[in-house]
Each structure stands twice: as C-alpha cells, then as structure tokens.
C-alpha cells in the first residue's frame, strides 16, 4: 500500500511522453508526487499522423508488468494485442514452417505504438495530479538543481522549471541525457549498427483478410539481410526490412528492387502488390539503429534517466519499450522499499538496472544474428529442439534463453549468466557422448519410457544429482 501523502506536493518533471515517460507519469501520480509530463510533440491523440518509427511492436511480459501498475495491462491485451504464437518462416521458395516461441504455446502480442501511447496518455491524464505540457522541447538543465529550461515551440518562448526531481524519458537521442555527459564519472558508449530498417505494409486482402496467418512474427531470414512482418489491427502488415545501407545504395530504380524482391521475398511480392512496394520503398529513407550504454543514470538525487535515453538497443529481441516499460516497474519497486527517501532510491536504481540494460542491449545485438541468419541454420534447430527436451525435463531449471527473457521477468544479466551455464552442461555431454543420449531421446520422443530412458542418460553422464539441481532452481 503506498503512502500517496508522503508525496504530496513533491514535483517531478518527466520529459518525454513517449512509451516509457507516459508510463512513469502515471506510476508517480499514484505514489502522490505531483507530475509535470514534458513533451517536445503536440498531443497525438490529436494528431491524423504521427511521424515516427515502427508503428507496431512486439509486447511481452515485462511490459505487460509495466502496464499492469497503471491498470492497463488488460485493455490493451484485450482490446489490441494480437497474440503471436510462433516465428513463421519464409523460405526463398516461397514455403513457410512454423517454430514456436516455446512448449507451453505463450505468446508475444503485437500492438500498435499509436494506441498504447495514446492509452498511457489517457490514463495518465485521468489523475489530477498530472499536468502536460506539449510541444516543449528541453533545451538544458542544471542537473545538481533540478533546474530545466523548455522552448515552446509554437510562441517560440523559453520556459524555466524546477523540481524536486527530473526524468529523462526522451528516448534514444535524449538530451537530459546529452547534460549528463558533460559531467566527470559518466559512462557513455554507442555503437551504430550498419543495417539500417524501412517499412513497408502488407494490405488486407480484397474480401479484408489478413493475407498471411496473423497469430505469427513473419520472418524472412536471408543471411546478410532479413525482413520480418507483424499484423495491425485493421488485417493489414507492418513490414521491415532490414539491411545493410549499402544495399539499399545499391537498389536504384523499380527494376532492381523488383529483381532484388524476386531473389529474396517472391511470395512478399504479390501481398505487398508491385506498385505499393516501389512506391513505398521509394519514398521513404531507412532509418539508423544504435546501442546506447550508460553509467550512472542518476545525478544525486534529482535527475534520473529511463527508457531509451538510458539504453537504447537495437529492436531484434523485442525489448526496447518492454525494458523500458520494466524500468517503471523496478524503479516502483525501489521507492517502495526506501520509503521514496530519494537520495537512496536514485542510486540504487541505477546499481541495479544498469547490468540488466547493458545485458539486454548485449542480448539484442546477438538477436539481431540470430534472427537474420541462425533460425535457419540446421544447429540452431537442434539446439533449440535439446532446448525443448531439456525444459520439458528440468522446467524450473533448463529455461531456454529467449523464454526467460521474453516470457519471464528473470533479471536480464541472469538470463545470460543461466545461458552460459547451460552451454557448459551442453558441452560436457558433447564431451561425454551424451549427445547419444538426447538423439535417442529426441528420436523416440514420443513414448515416455524412452523420454524416461534419455532423461537418466543425461543426468548420468553429466552428474545432474539432485543437488546440483537444487543449486540451479530459481
Ligand atoms: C524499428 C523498431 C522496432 C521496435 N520494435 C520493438 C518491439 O517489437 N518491442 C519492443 O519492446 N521495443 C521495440 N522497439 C523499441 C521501442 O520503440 C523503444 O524502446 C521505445 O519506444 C522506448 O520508449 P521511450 O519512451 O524510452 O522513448 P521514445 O518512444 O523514443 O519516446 C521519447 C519521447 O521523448 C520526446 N522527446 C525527445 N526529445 C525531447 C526533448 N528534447 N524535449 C522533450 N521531449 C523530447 C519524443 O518526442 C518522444 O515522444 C523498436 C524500435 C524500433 C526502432
């Protein structure tokens, strides 16, 4: 039960009323604090067109938890979320096969970014201890003060601010976060990566259908390169490309995209339809991906960073604004356990996040081979199907990695670290020939007796007692 009281009266700036700054109002307007929400755009509820990226995402449990603290983990699950069961693949020949995220049939959803921040919004607006102030760009801070100056851009005039406390929700390029870097002891790294996205759209069919199955991430993994689909809403499919900027040099005129589309995505061809596909890709520039690291994100006790303006990732693992939105969650955590005495809350939400940000961000550039190249490849099958085996075996010890990251709120770092221990347990029995064992047990999977038979192999040959087991159970 939170102390609303404590916190009457105490003023935050939160700017950015992005996926995570809107999220963070509403999570402190519970706990009491007074709320001033800062935002460079206009209103997009008010808005026919929102520019930006990536009008869907992939949402998952840890920006489920997120929603959840604000009551809307339902209404948008209910109301939007298209559950997404498994990775479809498209082969070059145009067939497509199936894998699943994991045994138990969990979901991923795709959303609609528009309507999740235009849900925050609401929500956030229906607390009266929450003030917007839109089209104000921050332009600095006095990061020790709490002090920051906003111009309006429609009267052009500068604002000065002061809070107890400010939050720099501004995303990737954040400028809260650009004040910070000016001081000593800060840690920053980013690293572009040399693919750049573009989207394109996959209309409903003429009888307004979705043309392809919509309960599945589309990939189409090509190596060097990839594209992948989620479905909207209105049965129509957001599409990204992904590849190297050179390439997309290369591709010039009509002809060579359709040649290029013909080699790598034939069956995309029709759905997207010819004309809608030059005229798209033509029309639009691919935007850049980066990875930003930082330490700390806190200055004191008065300014704080979250979301992407503390670590902006590359999107391969879906986890940007799921991350994001899971930093609201643990920050609330936090205050609740310091009693929101913030000079404690600030610097142990930065010793405790940053590991997890930096493992994620880590997780995603590896993803981001995986995606494009592994989910083809015959050993990542196989692992994935030891994986598999393995869980159904030892299901609170053999979690496979993308099933902790996506479907658990098991720390980030953690999922790595659990990744590398199973790796080790992989490679003894590769050592040992147990490979024998999971082959005979993967091949007779079907009847318990030689699941059974497998499961005692394994655990002979790599000395799975009981007690190495209790070891490694959460
Ligand atoms: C192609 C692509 C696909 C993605 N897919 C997924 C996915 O499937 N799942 C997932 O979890 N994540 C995904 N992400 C990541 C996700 O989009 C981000 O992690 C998420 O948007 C971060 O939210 P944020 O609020 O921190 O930042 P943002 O969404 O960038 O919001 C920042 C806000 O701050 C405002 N702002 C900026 N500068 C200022 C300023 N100076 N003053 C005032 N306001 C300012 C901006 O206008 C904006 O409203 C994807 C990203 C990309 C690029």
Redesign the pocket.
């Known amino acids: 039960m939170i102390d609303q009281n404590r916190n009457q009266g105490r003023k935050v700036i939160v700017?950015?009323?992005?996926?995570?700054?809107?999220?963070e109002a509403g999570c402190l307007a519970r706990r009491g604090y007074e709320v001033h929400l800062?935002?460079?755009?206009g209103d997009?509820r008010k808005m026919d067109h929102v520019p930006?990226?990536?009008i869907?995402?992939?949402?998952?449990i840890?920006?489920l938890a997120g929603l959840r603290l604000v009551g809307l983990e339902d209404k948008i699950l209910r109301e939007h979320g298209i559950p997404m069961r498994a990775r479809m693949i498209h082969n070059t020949d145009g067939t497509t096969r199936a894998i699943p995220y994991n045994k138990d049939g969990k979901s991923i959803y795709?959303v609609g970014?528009r309507f999740v921040?235009e849900e925050l919004l609401t929500r956030a607006e229906s607390f009266p201890n929450v003030h917007f102030h839109f089209n104000?760009?921050?332009?600095s801070a006095n990061l020790d003060k709490g002090t920051a100056t906003?111009l309006n851009t429609i009267t052009q005039e500068e604002v000065h601010e002061e809070a107890e406390l400010l939050i720099g929700?501004?995303?990737?390029?954040?400028?809260?976060r650009k004040q910070m870097m000016k001081r000593s002891q800060f840690d920053y790294s980013q690293q572009y990566i040399p693919h750049g996205?573009l989207?394109l759209c996959i209309p409903a069919t003429t009888n307004g259908e979705f043309a392809m199955p919509p309960n599945y991430l589309h990939i189409w993994p090509r190596g060097k390169f990839m594209m992948i689909a989620?479905p909207n809403q209105d049965r129509t499919w957001t599409v990204?490309l992904f590849m190297p900027f050179e390439i997309y040099d290369e591709i010039n005129t009509p002809e060579l995209l359709l040649e290029f589309f013909k080699a790598n995505y034939p069956d995309a061809i029709d759905m997207i339809g010819r004309e809608r596909l030059i005229r798209d890709f033509f029309a639009n520039k691919p935007?850049a991906?980066i990875t930003v690291k930082c330490s700390p994100y806190h200055v004191g006790s008065t300014s704080l960073l979250?979301?992407?303006?503390?670590h902006?990732?590359?999107?391969f693992?879906?986890?940007?604004?799921?991350?994001?939105?899971e930093d609201c969650v643990v920050l609330n955590e936090i205050m609740d356990q310091y009693n929101d005495d913030l000079t404690q809350v600030l610097p142990a939400y930065s010793k405790h996040r940053n590991p997890d940000a930096e493992a994620i961000a880590d997780l995603a550039m590896y993803n981001y081979i995986e995606m494009r190249d592994l989910v083809n490849s015959k050993l990542f099958l196989m692992r994935k199907k030891v994986d598999d085996f393995l869980c159904f075996w030892f299901p609170n010890t053999w979690i496979p990695l993308y099933t902790m990251v996506t479907f658990s709120r098991e720390r980030y770092h953690l999922c790595i670290s659990k990744k590398k221990w199973q790796d080790e347990i992989l490679r003894k029995l590769l050592k040992v020939g147990g490979i024998a064992g999971i082959g005979m047990g993967m091949l007779f999977a079907k009847t318990e007796a030689a699941h059974a038979l497998s499961c005692a192999l394994i655990a002979r040959l790599t000395n799975f007692t009981s007690k190495t087991l209790a070891l490694t159970v959460r």
């Open positions: 700017i950015g009323a992005g996926l995570v700054g809107t999220l800062y935002e460079y755009r997009i930006g990226r990536s869907n995402l992939a949402m998952s840890r920006g795709s970014r921040n104000h760009k921050l332009i906003f929700c501004d995303g990737a390029y954040s400028n809260l996205y989207e989620l990204s935007f991906m979250m979301g992407d303006a503390a902006a990732i590359v999107p693992y879906g986890q940007g604004m799921n991350c994001g939105m």
